[in-house]
């Protein structure tokens, strides 16, 4: 029996020609018989990749040959080509959506003006020198609510987003400046937001912004459940959240009974996008009815091609 793996992956890079790079990484996965997303920009590359073990093997050593490349790390994880639908590879004006293209500039060494990076015991030496000092290490969550609803690192600011674009007008709000003069760092799955996070914050004034190396995949990897992370991991493909193991507490509420859950679910429109957290017990409610933001969409036009299927569920 063949053995199948994941692996994502980052490098923030100039390329001068984001098309071309495109179109090899399409035909190098289809090739291998590999699924999954993979994001290029003129600011370089994000991808997780699934299938085939020797495949995938393949797949780094000549994604590595490629000179802007040639140093590029990839994380493994347990899954393959089934925990994604398809191949998906695009060109977009930005590597991480933050809407401000313009704000951020990418050299040789990665995102200009970017945090700290700290492997994750550099964390902890970080947190036990500043309460040596009589200060604590805010910890700033780089995705969006949804996401740190089933895990976060304890104490964490968690910003109001839904998505990675809000993060700029939570910035600007001003309502995280007592930040300003303190250490802060900067999370998120496997660190590609946080740079891009980071430098926007150092642009806005904080003066001592960090930002985790790896994310916390990487800290999950050294820590487990016995460090500063509580709870389980959003992941982007079908397993939806993954434990670190066995001792990980469950934080997730039900939208529903308020009951604790780690299990996503969309409503029954075919066109949800908002997933929200349910029990068991409840977990008939999104499968018969539409979420409030989908049935905000449907009154707004009752014409959208993406609505309809709650009647069919109905009429069964």
Sequence with gaps: MSQSRIVL??????????????????????????TGRIIVSAQGINGTVGGELSAVKQYVRRTRGYGPFSGLEFKWSDGGAEQFPRLSVKVRPELVAFGVPDQIEVDEGGVVGSGTHLRPEEVHRLVDSERARGREVTFFDGRNTMEAAIGRFAGAVVPETETTRDFVAELDSGRYDHLKDEPVVTYCTGGIRCEVLSALMTDRGFREVYQLEGGIVRYGETYGDSGLWEGELYVFDARMSTRFSDDAVTLGRCTGCDAPTSTYRNCTDRGCSTLRLWCGDCEHIPAESRCDVCAARLAADPQDPNSGRLEKVRRR
């Design 9 to 34: 992956y980052y490098a923030f890079t100039p390329l001068s020609d984001p098309e071309a790079v495109r179109l090899w990484q399409l035909e190098l996965c289809r090739g291998l018989g590999l």
